[in-house]
């Protein structure tokens, strides 16, 4: 029973194509977030969604559009990949949007772009 | 702006020596929450600590422990007896408690290579 599971796992497309990750928790968690790792693996936050509602939206571009159709699900759709998106997403959940909440990671999905 | 530095970018030790990740902070907040997370080759991120600003007890769980010491705003990570599974990359993160909505602030992360 995965705690926050993502799919697909891997992702590979040509530049100029339109991907979408889903992204879904079990955890009863009312927070969900998105962070990027790039090829040094540095993380960096995206997005979150608090009870489907967008909380932060970290100066991503808008090719980038988050969606959750309710509180465990947060899927990610990106508009006319570019070479530079090439990254890990990870998928996180939180109980709640306190920063005192630890993370619950998925397992990443690892995007190619040819 | 909150900032988290792990200077050391690569490490390399041999299985049973003890090993100290190094992390410093930086917060104008005066409550936030500080974070240690694992990723083994798998790729998969794991949590390991959560640490309060207002609680500057070390914590120590199995060959784990944990040093948080404000007035350097550092906060260390220490395995002793290290394993070959120990292997992986790990991250120190912050949080602060004002208007950041649990967003963390990860450093660039110290992979750490257990030989045997």
């Known amino acids: 029973d995965t705690a926050v599971s993502q799919t697909p796992k891997y992702l590979v497309t040509q530049m100029g194509n339109d991907k979408s990750i889903k992204c879904e928790q079990n955890?009863?968690?009312?927070?969900m977030y998105w962070y990027k790792q790039d090829s040094k693996k540095f993380l960096k936050i995206m997005f979150s969604y608090n009870n489907k509602e967008l909380i932060i939206n970290e100066t991503v571009p808008n090719r980038f559009s988050p969606k959750s159709p309710d509180k465990a699900h947060l899927n990610l759709h990106i508009n006319s990949l570019e070479l530079g998106d090439s990254a890990v997403y990870f998928c996180?959940?939180?109980?709640?949007?306190?920063?005192?909440?630890?993370?619950?990671f998925g397992d990443g999905t690892r995007l190619s772009i040819l | 702006a909150q900032k988290v530095t792990q200077a050391q970018t690569e490490i390399s030790v041999v299985e049973k020596e003890d090993v100290t990740l190094d992390c410093v902070y930086e917060?104008?907040?005066?409550?936030?929450?500080l974070f240690w997370y694992k990723q083994p080759p798998s790729g998969e991120l794991v949590f390991l600590i959560r640490r309060n600003s207002f609680d500057e007890q070390n914590e120590i769980s199995g060959r784990y422990s944990w040093n948080f010491q404000k007035s350097t705003s550092s906060f260390n990570f220490t395995i002793t007896a290290s394993q070959v599974v120990d292997s992986a990359v790990y991250f120190c993160?912050?949080?602060?408690?004002?208007?950041?909505?649990?967003?963390?602030?990860f450093g660039q992360g110290t992979i750490l290579t257990v030989h045997p």
């Open positions: 993160a912050l949080s602060e408690a004002w208007a950041s909505y649990g967003k963390l602030t």
């Open positions: 996180a959940s939180s109980q709640e949007q306190d920063s005192n909440q630890p993370q619950h």
């Open positions: 917060t104008r907040d005066t409550t936030y929450y």
């Open positions: 955890l009863g968690h009312d927070t």
